[in-house]
T-cell receptor, first 113, second 113 residues
């Protein structure tokens, strides 16, 4: 089992709809969770950080964290064609993993006009 | 100006050549990282450094070496390049606290013929 898992997609979403992305992780001690957006051939760009259970909203993005279920998700509301990208989930797996981030393989999102 | 600068941005070279990729940052971060990204394989950690005197291997360090010349500079070397090291390489930085996200440079596209 991978330490951080994401569905690779592609997740096809009509323009204006909600895109829902999921990420599961293996280690219960994880405390820090991040979502990055990566356009093809470009570098990952941080879009959300979340540290405690519940929802965190920033503009059209909402991150949801459930530590008991070892699950973090990202919702993109009112999806736009410019949201078409690969979204990477990153988790700090704690001291046992050297306190470094572990990335999921990414979910590719396609927003269709 | 970019906070995390990678040079060169693109490089084509031949098998057996020695190559150095450089990364410099103006963010004042203690921690620096080198990743490679291959299609379908996500980001894989090559080496990381939590301060100037601290160097650690990542999950795919074979065939690579690094040097942390200063807090702001972290270089990656391929002593004898081989074609399967053709990839997109990213440098990233983060503050000294374990719960902070990483910030990425623009990447170096490396092709080994």
């Amino acid at each position: 089992q991978k330490e951080v898992e994401q569905n690779s997609g592609p997740l096809s979403v009509p323009e204006g709809a909600i895109a829902s992305l999921n990420c599961t992780y293996s280690d219960r001690v994880s405390q820090s969770f991040f979502w990055y957006r990566q356009y093809s051939g470009k570098s990952p760009e941080l879009i959300m950080s979340i540290y405690s259970n519940g929802d965190k909203e920033d503009g059209r993005f909402t991150a949801q964290l459930n530590k008991a279920s070892q699950y973090v998700s990202l919702l993109i509301r009112d999806s736009q064609p410019s949201d078409s990208a690969t979204y990477l989930c990153a988790v700090n797996l704690g001291r046992a993993a050297g306190n470094k981030l572990t990335f999921g393989g990414g979910t590719r999102v396609l927003v269709k006009p | 100006d970019a906070d995390v600068t990678q040079t060169p941005r693109n490089r084509i070279t031949k098998t057996g050549k020695r190559i150095m990729l450089e990364c410099s940052q103006t963010k004042g971060h203690d921690r620096m990282y080198w990743y490679r990204q291959d299609p379908g394989l996500g980001l894989r950690l090559i080496y990381y450094s939590f301060d100037v005197k601290d160097i650690n291997k990542g999950e795919i360090s074979d065939g690579y070496s690094v040097s942390r010349q200063a807090q702001a500079k972290f270089s990656l070397s391929l002593e004898s390049a081989i074609p399967n090291q053709t990839a997109l390489y990213f440098c990233a930085t983060s503050p000294g606290s374990s719960d902070q996200p990483q910030h990425f440079g623009d990447g170096t596209r490396l092709s080994i013929l």
